[in-house]
């Protein structure tokens, strides 16, 4: 007997797959892949999972197809950090057996983190899928054992097949989750449950529900404090766009209002609205540490290219934002620790109209101007790849990002102080906040062999450009 040979077969497919990925990874071709970004080291991810805090360190878990860079049958890849700015590359926590591992939450506790997930489970009848929710345990945050009394939890009130992307949080000895659902007749819902223990759930309300016009499916709920409300967040599938509004292939938003935990009824007090505003950004989903809400969100869209794949990864995580309530909306500010990225300042200066600037593949802009006058900036791979024009109208008081070809996504933008652009740009991605966080837009850009701006603008606009340094394996 050798010392692998008493492993279980799920432990030899573990060790495998670590072989494998580090083998593959030296095919990867490094032009598109982010420098300060989560991304996979090879193949596919989707949405974020399980972000936590766990023995002094932020975990983040994803939606993760190892062997190519379409979805597959679902992994959880695993990245931490001990700042939400640099992260390391740890272990696939999950792999799929008969379930696929698909989204879900995390829980810390003295004894280990548990990461509870929906098993997604083929079945040879209509609508060929079952979908329950299954926990793993971990002592040590790294490796993780699934539950032998799994699925914990087997099916919606009204019995829907679509049942998942459990987020799990403690309150008062109690612990709670909401599930993404759907009524009867395919109108997107989110459920809560309560459990003493996390292996057997009461059923407690509707947390919320699509009136009809509000989409079929709510996928990824989060539901939390913040500032003295509570938030409601999920992803919508089926949104009809509106003028500028819910222009992806799904969204992700909020609904603002009130909580009783003795009556578990979410009373809403301000409608749905979309939390980014940018091409590619779905799935979202908090953590809250010392006081602070975070959120990262899947920096990619459903059924659009990703010009990566070719490249053996596809898909990434936003940069982490720090959720605040501002009057009836929620703004993201950059987490504050990116700072430690900064490198040098490249930049700081008057830019005259058609002025050009070059830029390295990673960098930090400030952007400052007169903001009863128009802004117009091109920003475009030094060596090719794609192109977005940055434009603020005064009269229209819109934020446009233009990718071209009437690819654009805009917001009106009505600053809470602070009237400055801070935007990041990493090797293919776009990242424009505005003011104090107010309008946030998350887009993908190619740029091959660093950044070129013009300013198209008929102004001078000052920018200070910091370069950033390497955060992400
Ligand atoms: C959202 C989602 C989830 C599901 C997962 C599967 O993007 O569709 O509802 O759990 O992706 O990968």
């Not at 989110?190 to 009461?202: A, G, I, P, R, T």
């Not at 990002?401 to 917001?411: F, Y």
Request: hydrophobic share 35%; proline share 5%.
């Amino acid at each position: 007997l050798n010392a692998t040979s008493i492993l279980s077969n799920y432990e030899n497919a573990k060790i495998e797959l670590e072989e494998y990925i580090e083998n593959k990874k030296k095919e990867v071709n490094p032009r598109f892949r982010p420098l300060y970004h989560v991304a996979p080291p090879v193949g596919w991810m989707n949405d974020p999972n399980g972000f936590s805090f766990h023995n002094g360190e932020f975990h983040l878990f994803y939606q993760f197809y190892p062997y190519d860079s379409v979805w597959g049958p679902m992994h959880w890849g695993h990245v931490s950090s001990p700042d939400l700015v640099h992260w390391k590359q740890l272990p696939t926590a999950l792999l799929p057996e008969k379930e696929q591992c698909f989204s879900g939450s995390a829980i810390s506790q003295e004894n280990g983190l548990t990461l509870m997930y929906t098993g997604r489970v083929a079945i040879d009848v209509e609508p060929y899928f079952n979908e329950t929710q299954y926990l793993a345990f971990s002592d040590d945050g790294i490796n993780f054992y699934k539950y032998d009394g799994n699925p914990v939890l087997s099916r919606a009130p009204n019995g829907s097949p679509d049942f998942r992307d459990p987020k799990i949080w403690m309150y008062e000895d109690y612990y709670y989750v909401v599930i993404g659902s759907q009524t009867t007749d395919k109108r997107g819902r989110v459920l809560l449950y309560k459990s003493s223990d996390m292996k057997s759930w009461n059923f407690l309300s509707v947390l919320g529900e699509s009136n009809g016009d509000m989409g079929y499916m709510w996928e990824c709920p989060d539901f939390f404090e913040l500032d003295g409300k509570f938030v409601l967040l999920m992803s919508p599938q089926g949104l009809e766009p509106q003028g500028d509004r819910y222009k992806n292939t799904h969204q992700t938003g909020y609904i603002i209002g009130n909580f009783n935990y003795d009556t578990n009824e979410f009373e809403q007090e301000v409608a749905f609205q979309e939390i980014d505003f940018g091409h590619d950004f779905y799935a979202a989903t908090t953590t809250e540490v010392n006081g602070k809400r975070y959120l990262i969100g899947w920096f990619s869209m459903w059924d659009e290219p990703h010009p990566e794949d070719v490249d053996g990864w596809a898909g990434m995580a936003t940069l982490v934002r720090e959720l605040r309530i501002v009057g009836s909306r929620i703004t993201m500010q950059p987490v504050e620790e990116i700072v430690t990225l900064r490198n040098q300042i490249v930049l700081d200066s008057d830019i005259e109209p058609n002025q050009i600037l070059v830029f390295g593949k990673a960098v930090e802009l400030i952007i400052n101007s007169d903001i009863n006058q128009k802004v117009d900036l091109l920003l475009e791979g030094r060596k090719g790849g794609s192109k977005a024009w940055l434009r603020w109208d005064p009269e229209t008081r819109k934020v446009t990002i233009d990718r071209g070809s009437g690819d654009i996504r805009q917001v009106e933008w009505y600053p809470n102080g602070s009237i400055h652009w801070q935007i990041f740009l990493d090797t293919s991605s776009l990242e424009l906040f505005c003011g104090e966080g107010e309008v946030v837009f998350s887009s993908r850009v190619y740029a091959l062999g660093g950044w070129k701006l013009t300013n198209e603008s008929n102004q001078t606009v000052h920018i200070k450009a910091n370069s950033l340094k390497r955060s992400t394996p």
